[in-house]
């Protein structure tokens, strides 16, 4: 089973970008769909976006379409989440996550999860 570490977060400005990185380990990611959700103190787990196992498709919610670009680079084992724009409404812990079971952007669908990486961005 693969093994998920999130990297790339901090504490950055309003109006400023990040960007996020997921590494795994263990078995290629090339069989698996890729994503990042976020998770507030006593919110439930959202997507953010999802991508395909080549690429070719992805996802995005509403509240990050056009600030938040999901890539992958499966030669490296690599998934990840540039975020331009960003606002202080997403300090949040975002996860990485993966499934092998198809494409689908709810937590639920997601049986591989990695630690998460604290965001904050100041007003």
């Known amino acids: 089973q693969v093994q998920l570490v999130e990297s790339g977060g901090g504490l950055v400005q309003a109006g400023g970008s990040l960007r996020l990185s997921c590494a795994a380990s263990?078995?290629?990611?090339?069989?698996?769909?890729m994503a990042w959700f976020r998770q507030a103190p006593g919110k439930e787990r959202e997507s953010v976006a999802a991508?395909?196992?080549?690429?070719?498709?992805?996802y995005y919610a509403d509240s990050v379409k056009g600030r938040f670009t999901i890539s992958r680079d499966n030669a490296k084992n690599m998934v990840y989440m540039q975020m331009n724009s960003l606002k202080p409404e997403d300090t949040v812990v975002y996860y990485c996550?993966?499934?092998?079971?198809?494409?689908?952007?709810?937590?639920?669908?997601?049986?591989?999860w990695g630690p998460g990486t604290q965001v904050t961005v100041s007003s």
């Open positions: 991508i395909s196992w080549g690429g070719g498709r992805t």
């Open positions: 263990g078995h290629t990611l090339s069989s698996y769909v």
């Open positions: 996550a993966a499934t092998i079971r198809g494409w689908g952007v709810l937590p639920t669908s997601y049986d591989v």
